[in-house]
């Protein structure tokens, strides 16, 4: 299973932990940057971000992301500084996470660190960083908030069962730019095919909230090519010809005006 569908999936324990609040939030930021040797930028994604626009209460962490090697081992070695440290334990889902590193304090407050990419998934593009806000400076340390379009894509593409209702608030929270996002899976689709992850979670809120997103015609059908795609190639790889593959894909329900893109 890929990471991006693996972060996602949190121990009970994890689930169960405390909830820490927007004060707690930036406390944490406050303390940390006051210790900062060098001045750093991080973005905020996910239910930090949610909780600095007030559209959540609490999170049960802040998931950080640099751009510079140098400016995440910096933050993480001054975080440790002042109290955090690598838990123990992190299962095997945090494992997969492919975080640069990972640390909570004694009230069990967690800092998910990344550098670039989240999860050896979806990349910080320039595209995000145009769209992120300014949210604060916290010592030398800059922060800023990914737009409420790429808090959406991040939590779309994983499978924790608080994310949908995350996206829902957000959504009721802010005036949304699908084509940003619909945008965004598109431009990363040459590492990984985003459409069928963030469709099913967009059908999941549309079942549960009733909250409908205009671009899930098109991500299905994004999908659905990349699926043809992916079984015609393995189909090639297996040395069966071309008219035999796409015989095969015919009887499989893809239409020819589907196969004649092949």
């Known amino acids: 299973m890929p990471c991006a569908r693996r972060w996602i999936m949190r121990k009970r324990s994890v689930d169960m932990a405390k909830m820490f609040g927007r004060e707690e939030l930036l406390k944490a930021l406050g303390k940390i940057g006051a210790a900062l040797g060098r001045d750093a930028t991080v973005f905020v994604l996910g239910g930090g971000a949610m909780c600095f626009r007030n559209q959540k209460d609490a999170t049960k962490d802040l998931d950080l992301v640099f751009l510079k090697t140098h400016s995440a081992g910096n933050f993480t070695k001054c975080a440790r ?7 123990p334990s992190i299962g095997n889902e945090y494992q997969m996470m492919g ?3 990972i640390l909570e304090n004694a009230d069990g407050f967690r800092l998910d660190v990344f550098c670039k990419t989240v999860c050896g998934a979806l990349s910080l593009s320039q595209r995000m960083e145009k769209r992120a806000e300014p949210f604060g400076k916290f010592g030398r340390l800059e922060v800023l908030l990914v737009s ?13 069962a608080r994310d949908a209702d995350d996206i829902a608030a ?3 929270a802010a005036r949304i730019n699908w084509d940003a996002i619909l945008n965004e899976c ?11 992850l963030v469709y099913n979670k967009l059908a999941e809120i549309e079942e549960k909230h009733g909250i409908s997103a205009q671009i899930m015609g098109e991500l299905l ?4 090519k990349t699926i043809l795609e992916d079984a015609y190639a393995e189909m090639l790889s297996r040395g069966m010809k071309r008219e035999d593959a796409l015989a095969e894909l015919g009887k499989k329900g893809f239409t020819k005006k589907e196969l004649e893109g092949l």
């Not at 500084?81 to 838990?87: E, K």
């Not at 409420?148 to 924790?160: G, H, P, S, Y």
């Open 81 to 87: 500084r002042i109290g955090f440290a690598r838990p």
């Open 99 to 101: 975080a640069y590193d």
């Open 148 to 160: 409420n379009e790429d808090v959406i894509l991040f939590k779309a593409i994983t499978q924790r």
């Open 170 to 172: 957000v959504v009721r």
């Open 186 to 196: 598109k431009e990363q689709s040459m590492e990984h095919k985003w459409y069928g």
């Open 221 to 224: 059908e994004l999908d659905k």
